[in-house]
């Protein structure tokens, strides 16, 4: 049985609650099969005399989550920012992805993507691919290697976007997402699964809508789309679908927003109260992504408010509305946004916090993934070591400090191991 069992020995920092953290300093993080066994001050007796990787006076915290994330967006992040949303999707987004048919191209492409997603302190993903099916199972395929958990979509689009990206009919963008979904179950991967993906309500017919709700209902999948995201996408879905409530009103409809099957649906920056009281419901999850929200003039989602009605709430990069996959960098943003809209806007929503925004980006988004994102005993052990030796102080630091001062200033060096359910990546 101790064959199974791994221990690592450092500063150990995981989220007890929404408000507060469990500091387990010079502590051992004990993993069996997998998942946590525990974290101790000192090893248990019946450890004893087992290999311990000991890291020092390193940090150790739960692998990051990213809920929601373009892989083909990858090769432009950072460009294209001074545009809203929808002008940005067609000048940008749709001329890149359409490159993806291509499959030395999409190679290149996402071996860029996968390298700096595996280097990084993201150890699961609910990732957008294409409308490609064969580059998606490139890019499945690519994770899989990696060793990263992630949920993979091929997009779904038969409307509103340019002949050469646009799917030929509903029936044609339904039979490529099963022909697409059997490949993947003939692969029978370990790590990487397949996620519905209709890209948003205005690029898919109510036909669409109902063939990808019969595929959801035969094979049992989750589903990831975006909503409210930018006032112009929201009053576009309002003349789209003028029987709708609000917005998410017009996925509800076609039982894609949540309730019987996990669900992300990402921004969320201009819900109102009656969408906020569905996704409360229904139990839909929300990937906040305020950098990308501010790049593409989206607004700031009223995060608050979220958490204070108890909604699942995770942290997502958006690449390339936002500009990197650092999700430590989501982070500093998730905060930084919460203040403006703070001053700003709505006083009345205290701005977030350190540990709010690490329970997100563990915690709370690993939650789509089952057991994850914490150290508590029977969690997978996704877990990530820092090595802040970089980062000069002149005086000492405790782990709650190191920690925030990571969320605001660290990079892919401070990087030092990486383990996703238990499996050392590096």
Known sequence: MYESISILRGNI??????????????????????RVKGVYQTLPFEYGGLAVEDFENRLIIPGLVDLHVHAPQYSYRGLGMDMELLDWLESNTFPEEAKFKDLEYAKRAY????ENMRNGATTRACIFATVHRKATLLLMDMLEKAGLDTMVGKVNMDRNCP?????????????????WIKDVLHKKYEHTRPILTPRFTPSCT??????????????????????SENPGEVAWVKDLCPWSAF????????????MDTPTIMAHCVHSNEEEIARMKENGVFIAHCPESNMNLSSGVAPVRTFLEKGLHVGIGSDVAGGTTEN???????????????????????????????????TKGGGAFF????????????????????????????????????????????????????GNRLF
């Open 111 to 114: 071996e860029i993507f996968v």
């Open 247 to 258: 917005y998410g009103d017009a996925y509800d409809k076609f039982g894609l927003f949540g």
């Open 163 to 179: 002949d050469y990206i646009k799917e030929a009919s509903s029936e044609n963008s339904a039979a490529e997402t099963v022909e």
């Open 370 to 421: 089952g057991k994850v994102g914490s150290f508590e005993p029977g969690y997978e052990m996704d877990a990530v070591v820092l090595d802040d030796s970089r980062l000069k102080h002149p005086q000492p630091l405790g782990a709650k400090e190191r920690l925030e001062r990571m969320i605001y200033v660290s990079d892919d060096r401070e990087i030092f191991a990486k383990y996703v359910s």
């Open 13 to 34: 920092v995981f989220s007890k609650s929404l408000h507060e953290l469990e500091i387990c300093e010079h502590g051992y993080l004990v993993c069996e099969a997998g």
């Open 327 to 361: 999700i430590f960098t989501a982070m500093a943003h998730a905060i930084q946004s919460s203040k403006l809209r703070w001053r700003l806007l709505d006083n009345s929503l205290k701005p977030l916090t350190m540990e709010e925004v690490f329970y997100m980006a």
């Open 206 to 227: 109510d036909e669409l809508m109902e063939k990808l709700k019969m595929i959801q209902m035969r094979y049992e999948l989750p589903l990831q789309s975006h909503l």
